[in-house]
């Protein structure tokens, strides 16, 4: 699951063509496929180790609850 917050990806030559291609084609399919293989898969990997929980913190979830 991604984090929701601001985040920015750098494509290549090669996929900035391929996706040139995908938009002038409007290609659907392949317009998916592109966002789930560049697009998403590069923004979770940016965030791999940096996702937390709420109940991950050093207090006592339950501490003040009466």
Do not use: C, W
């Amino acid at each position: 699951m991604l984090r929701m917050d601001r985040a920015s990806i750098s494509l290549e030559p090669a996929q900035l063509m391929e996706l040139e291609a995908i938009i002038t084609d409007e290609d659907e399919h392949l317009a998916l496929k592109f966002v789930r293989k560049y697009v998403y898969n590069a923004i979770l990997k940016s965030q791999q180790g940096q996702l937390k929980s709420h109940l991950d913190g050093s207090a006592d979830p339950v501490g003040d609850f009466k």
